[in-house]
């Protein structure tokens, strides 16, 4: 296996993703100065978030998807996934996503105080304002399947030649870059490696697909709906201003419904998650893809896929970006 030949595809794979993320950033450039210019368009949080993401999903992704398409790749062997593996590869989803981001929501913790002001979630702030139907359509439908689709199909079909293991942590690491904050960058990697996993020993988009949507559902559709159940607002406010026991207490009995549903949720979750981990114990060793004759050697890995121009340019964009975003 020729070392420069294999740094150089990674290479183009890098400067590849990172013209098209020029691109997606010129869009989102040119639609800022129109909302400067018409300020009542992001008057309404729909309209903003909608807004916001228009420029990437209508032009500058499927730019991204055309350039990475002119790099040749392969399709892995396809296998179907039966309904059963389906729901246990749902279930692993869960400690994977809600685990890591605890520990991401606990780096950013620490990093807030030490910095003396905290770490802004820019997702739970859009999320806080946004119709459900909105967040539904953007993060259930249409992030699901651009993402699945150009960091799953598109990074793994032009980099499994070279070994499964390289495809699923390449997706993973440059999937959770692509979020460009800390919030995100944890459970989006490991999430990511996960999905890449599912893509890589099926072939099927489609079962990738399915488990993001899932994810983004339970996370941010029906988390979100259960906690506006809640009212959690008016009672903080409450409590903030000094009031009587009585009244948070009236409230807490008025929104008691929805605490009880949310507390249900939050158990069913945990339940999950304890169920998510057992499995990937029980299935551990099915978790290690198997090596072949055209994988990277042992060792290079790293130097080889991470150690060029395009891969440490794409990089240091978006760990500039995630620094920017702590600061």
Not at 4 to 21: A, E, M, N
């Amino acid at each position: 296996m020729d070392a420069k030949q294999v740094r150089r595809h990674f290479s183009l794979l890098g400067f590849t993703f990172l013209l098209g993320i020029a691109i997606i950033y010129a869009l989102n450039y040119v639609m800022e100065q129109v909302c400067l210019w018409k300020p009542e368009l992001v008057t309404d949080a729909n309209r903003a978030l909608i807004l916001s993401v228009l420029p990437m999903y209508l032009l500058g992704m499927p730019a991204l998807i055309w350039l990475v398409r002119r790099i040749p790749g392969e399709t892995p062997v396809q296998h179907s996934m039966k309904p059963g593996h389906f729901i246990q590869g749902y279930i692993i989803c869960v400690p994977l996503m809600y685990g890591s981001n605890i520990i991401g929501l606990i780096i950013t913790s620490v990093i807030g105080m030490l910095k003396g002001s905290p770490v802004e979630n820019q997702v739970s702030t859009i999320l806080d304002n946004t119709n459900l139907g909105v967040i539904f359509f953007v993060t259930v439908i249409c992030a699901p399947i651009y993402e699945e689709y150009i960091f799953r199909k598109l990074v793994v079909d032009r980099t499994v030649k070279y070994g499964k293991s390289v495809a699923v942590l390449l997706s993973g690491i440059m999937f959770g870059l692509f979020h460009g904050n800390l919030n995100q960058f944890v459970y989006a990697t490991l999430l990511g490696m996960f999905l890449a996993f599912i893509y890589v020993n099926t072939g099927k988009l489609r079962y990738s697909i399915g488990l993001h949507m899932l994810v983004n559902f339970m996370g941010g559709v029906a988390s979100t709906w259960l906690l506006r159940q809640m009212n959690l607002e008016e009672i903080t406010m409450l409590e903030q201003a000094g009031v009587s026991e009585e009244q948070p207490m009236t409230v807490y009995m008025e929104n008691l419904p929805g605490i009880m549903m949310f507390g249900a949720f939050f158990l069913l979750i945990i339940c999950l998650g304890i169920a998510g981990v057992v499995l990937l114990v029980l299935h551990r060793k099915k978790l290690v893809l198997p090596r072949q004759e055209s994988d990277i050697p042992r060792g290079k890995a790293f130097s080889w896929v991470l150690c060029n121009a395009g891969m440490i340019l794409y990089c240091i964009f978006w760990i500039g970006k995630i620094v920017y975003q702590l600061l």
